[in-house]
């Protein structure tokens, strides 16, 4: 832990008695309705003609906010995510590392549940499913860019350190697929080991996490998380990270 973290200069807020970790499983039918809140979202995106075969990564992600938000959650329109039941889904929020260090980390959509509990024992600013995205294509290697810029960020604690599960977005461009592309770099035995992989990217077996137009079928990763988390509160356990690539082209 940094001299800063050390003089009490970052904090959680609440005394160690007041939160467990990991934090409680979000579970598949979170990651699959999700899912279902992104596929539509890109779906409103192509009705309104937005270019997404050239737009940067930051004007897809907002986009794709705007529509989440200003849209889909205020009307419900895909059923079991409203407002009733999340909360506002944010863009590019800073949150610290896991051993509070650092507060310039901002994944690029968090996901939180409305929780009606009188005081759930979770840290609430880091009970979420934080979601990081990033293109692939000829500009943007999946190495440099989804794997050590997206991936890492999940296994070396930056982001969703208190939970155990992350969502990885892919905007895929010039027929990049995670067969074809993701899986057999990641079997490059330098980026292996540099991921903590425990189980490679596989499909997730279940009747909505299959390929639909415009989207590639849900996979999800395992990997070792090596840091301690605070308030000696362990070992940080595994991470599952599922992968969601969606075609930009």
């Known amino acids: 832990m940094s001299d800063r973290a050390a003089l009490g200069l970052f904090t959680v807020g609440v005394s160690p008695d007041r939160f467990h970790l990991p934090h409680p499983r979000l579970g598949l039918p979170v990651i699959l309705l999700v899912r279902r809140v992104v596929l539509?979202?890109?779906?409103?995106?192509r009705e309104q003609n937005l270019p997404l075969a050239i737009a940067r990564e930051d004007e897809v992600t907002a986009a794709l906010r705007s529509v989440i938000e200003n849209d889909?959650?205020?009307?419900?329109?895909?059923?079991?995510f409203s407002r009733r039941t999340y909360e506002t889904v944010i863009r590019q929020g800073q949150v610290a590392n896991y051993e509070l260090t650092r507060y310039a980390k901002t994944p690029d959509l968090?996901?939180?549940l409305r929780n009606d509990e009188e005081e759930p024992p979770v840290l609430s600013e880091h009970d979420a499913l934080f979601v990081e995205c990033k293109p692939v294509d000829d500009s943007h290697p999946v190495g440099s860019k989804y794997c050590?810029?997206?991936l890492f960020r999940f296994v070396k604690g930056d982001y969703a350190w208190a939970m155990e599960e992350g969502?990885?977005?892919?905007?895929a461009r010039h027929g990049r697929t995670i067969e074809k592309n993701l899986i057999p770099y990641i079997q490059d035995s330098a980026r292996f080991g540099a991921l903590q992989i425990l189980a490679m990217p596989a499909l997730v077996k279940n009747p909505g996490a299959t390929a639909v137009q415009r989207a590639e079928a849900l996979y999800v990763s395992r990997h070792r998380r090596g840091f301690p988390w605070i308030a000696n509160k362990g070992a940080a356990t595994d991470i599952f990270v599922?992968?969601?690539?969606h075609d930009c082209s």
Do not use: P
């Open 40 to 45: 539509c979202a890109f779906e409103r995106l």
């Open 72 to 80: 889909l959650r205020q009307t419900g329109a895909v059923r079991g």
């Open 110 to 112: 968090c996901f939180k």
């Open 148 to 150: 050590d810029d997206g």
């Open 167 to 171: 969502l990885m977005l892919g905007y």
């Open 242 to 245: 599922y992968h969601s690539w």
